[in-house]
Structures are given as C-alpha cells and as structure tokens.
C-alpha cells in the first residue's frame, strides 16, 4: 500500500502515513524542516512555501511507493536503484528536466537524514562547481559585488546531460489566439471561474501561485485594492497587486482596469454571490477550511461547488482541457504566451522591430511584471519573438487577427477580449517605458 497524507494543521501537504497505518517519521520529519527549518538540511538556505513543500512531499512519496512496489528498503536502498528508476521515468512520460527534480528533492532527503545520523545506504553522486561569467547588464547590483565578474554555480550530476533539453525560445509554449480561445472555451465547461483565470493569467503574467493571490477585496498585503468599478469611477487605469512571489519573497505586478473589467463582467456579475454563499455554508464549516481569515478576506478564485480554487485544482482544469483540444497546455504557457504577445505588440505600438540591441531597455520594464531578474529569461523572450516573426506565427499572435468565428465562444466576449487586449498592452508598454 502507498504512503498517504492525511489532513493537518502541522503541514500543509499533510502527515504522511505508512502503509501499516503509523506516522513515517523520518519523513514527516523532514518535511517539517523543509518548511521550518531548513537550516537543519545541508544546502537549504529558505524556508520552502506551500507549493513547494507539497511538490516535494509527492516526489517522495513517488519514490517510497515505487520502492516498496519493488520490495526494495529505502534505507538500504543504493544508487544503482534509484539509476533503475531513473531510466524507468526516461523510458515512460518523464523528461530528463522533471527527473531532475525529482532527483533533487531525494537528494535532499537522503542529505536530511546524513545530516542527523539516521542509517540509509544511499551516496548520490558529487555536484561540480564552475565558475560562471557574470552578465553585468544583467546584474543590477553589480556595484556591491566587488571586482569578481564570475559567479560560483552548481552542477547537478544525476541526470546524464543527454537527457536534458535547454531550450533557447519560450516559442513551443506560446499559444496564438485560435488556441488560447479554444482552451477558453475548455476551460469553461470544467468551470467559468478557471476560464476567467485564464484571461488574467495572460494580461498579468502571473504564475499559478500568484494569480491565486488575487484579492477581491482589500486585504492584508493590497489594503488599497480597488474594484473595476471604484477604478472607473476614480478614472484609474492601473494597480499594483502585491503578491508572496515564487521563493517566498514580496512582489507585485500591473494589473490594467481591462482586466479587472473581465473579472467583473464574466465572474462577479456572473454566479459569484451564489459561490460565495456555498463557500459561507459548505466550505467554511468543513475540515477543509485552513484559513481562519477567509471570511474576513473572501477569495475571489471560488468553483462551482464553493470551495477556493488550488493549485492543483487548476492544474488538473489545464489537463483536461488539453485533451479536449489536443494540445497539452499548462498555466505557465500563459505566462510565456502573455509575455510575447506584449512584446510583438510593442512592435507594433512604437513601429520598432525588437532585436538584441535593446535588451537592457526590453528587461528594465519587463522584468518588473514578470518578476524576475534574470536577463538570461528577457533574451529568451526575445529570441521567442525573433523565431515566431521569422515563420509568420505572428499574424496569429496578435490580437485581432484571429477568426472571431473559428471557436464557439460568445463573440460579445471575444470582440472585448481583442479590444481590451491592445489596450492593455498599448497601456502597459506606456507605462514601463516612462
């Protein structure tokens, strides 16, 4: 039998439980120093966050389960068996990128337990370190770091280097109009509210964590949060959303009025108020209800059934609606999509084609909504844009120009959607440029 986790207050991803029925120490162990105490595990600088700490939990309980199904002991398992399993998830669905992942939370397991004297017979390879030529357009604190133009890096020797694919565009996950309707309209029969996520997700550039950070209503981090129409009445265009970031760290993003515009159209003025009311009287009550603020600041991301959206709630919506319209899309393509559409349309609001010459004033400003500060990321996005120009994907791209009538989605919302779209990006282009 699998290990489980049963719901607790102690960790968000649950207390994980043997198959005969007793606590797994040295995992729930972990687990809480993972999120803790991460000073207690070799190379752990920062507590992880929520999403972290459950995809972690499931890496290991991958591994336990796969083990147990072999009769193999993790603790007297060697490195040879988790070779096996690694050229079984290679031989299956798994890219050589995810079993790296994969690897790197066992790592740290099996590092966990080295660190506190608990007996396993597990010895991962050693990483290699190089140094790194700093990029110092990229490095905008550069003048606190000395003369040292390099950067000390980690090499993880677990996966061979053939499996592992660098990609040099963000291209393969950028969805031209047609597409980003037809998942719309996939996304809707699961459920209107992961529809509207959507759209979001596209103008603001949020991750799947951070678009869950949504307020509705002013709350502890945006306690100046104004609705669509407290912005119009304001003649507002813009606001900023503060959000925790990937990391844990502050940050916050430009959030235009046309989006909140959709939000109020297709969501609030759609069933909200009778979501609301099933999260009040279903939800609240329940075991399931973690956060005792959630009266106090209702989230706006509610399903059908009144229960707040999850990650892993949207993830599966994604997965579904792949199948429905063949092609495999997960909430950060949007990211990747939302960003190259700004560029191209920055294109096309200044009459400038983009090249690497303008990439320090490309990053100033799109580093802000994407939150990253990785100049590396910007070249891609660039190098996604040249790509996509040169095979005339762009006509595609851009809003206006898809075939209004090729989707069966209400075309009221996708005439706002190509209106809003231009506007946005023609608004936020203004802004980042200043």
């Known amino acids: 039998m699998p290990i489980k986790f049963t719901e607790s207050n102690l960790l ?26 991460p000073s207690s595990i070799p190379n752990k600088k920062k507590s992880a966050s929520e999403e972290t700490l459950r995809t972690t939990a499931y890496h290991l309980k991958f591994l336990f389960d796969t083990f147990e199904d072999n009769g193999i002991d993790p603790y007297e398992a060697t490195y040879e068996d988790v070779e096996d399993l690694m050229d079984f998830m290679h031989d299956t669905s798994f890219t050589g990128n995810s079993i790296q992942v994969y690897v790197s939370s066992w790592q740290a397991y099996f590092d966990y337990l080295t660190a506190n004297n608990i007996h396993h017979n597990m010895k991962f390879p050693a990483s290699n370190f190089f140094e790194k030529k700093r990029n110092p357009e990229g490095d905008f604190q550069s003048h606190t770091r000395g003369n040292k133009d390099t950067v000390r890096r980690k090499k993880n020797n677990t996966v061979p280097d053939d499996w592992l694919t660098k990609n040099e565009t963000y291209a393969d996950s950028v969805l ?15 459920d209107s509210v992961f529809g509207v996520m959507a759209i979001a997700m596209l103008q603001t550039l949020l991750r799947n964590g951070g678009i869950r950070q949504f307020p509705k209503s002013p709350n502890a981090k945006n306690p100046l ?22 990391g844990g760290s502050n940050a916050h993003c430009t959030v235009t009025i046309h989006t909140m515009k959709f939000i109020d159209e297709l969501l609030l003025n759609h069933d909200f108020e009778e979501r609301r009311k099933k999260l009040i009287e279903k939800y609240v009550p329940s075991k399931h209800c973690k956060d005792p603020l959630i009266t106090k600041y ?3 991301w509610i399903n059908q059934h009144g229960t707040p959206v999850s990650s892993h709630m949207l993830q599966e919506a994604f997965k579904t609606a792949s199948k429905k319209i063949g092609k495999k899309v997960i909430p950060h393509d949007l990211r990747h999509t939302g960003a190259t559409h700004i560029l191209m349309n920055y294109e096309k609001v200044t009459d400038l084609e983009i090249n690497m010459s303008m990439l320090s004033d490309i990053h100033s400003w799109l580093q802000m909504q994407l939150c990253h500060a990785d100049i590396e990321t910007t070249k891609k996005y660039i190098k996604t844009v040249l790509k996509l120009r040169g095979n005339a994907a762009i006509l595609a791209l851009l809003p206006g120009t898809f075939d209004i009538n090729k989707t ?3 075309i009221d919302v996708k005439k706002a959607f190509e209106q809003h779209m231009e506007l946005h990006i023609k608004q936020f282009t203004e802004i980042r440029s200043a």
């Open 225 to 246: 949060w104004k609705s669509y129409r407290e912005m119009q009445s304001a003649n507002i265009e813009t606001q900023e959303l503060w959000f925790r970031n990937k």
């Open 12 to 37: 968000s991803c649950g207390i994980p439980i043997t198959s005969n029925g007793h606590v797994h120490e040295q995992l729930f162990s972990f687990l809480h120093a993972f999120k803790n105490e």
């Open 298 to 300: 209702p989230p706006l």
């Open 176 to 190: 031209t109009m047609d597409e980003f309707w037809q998942l719309f309209k996939a996304l809707n029969e699961e």
């Open 408 to 410: 069966d989605v209400d």
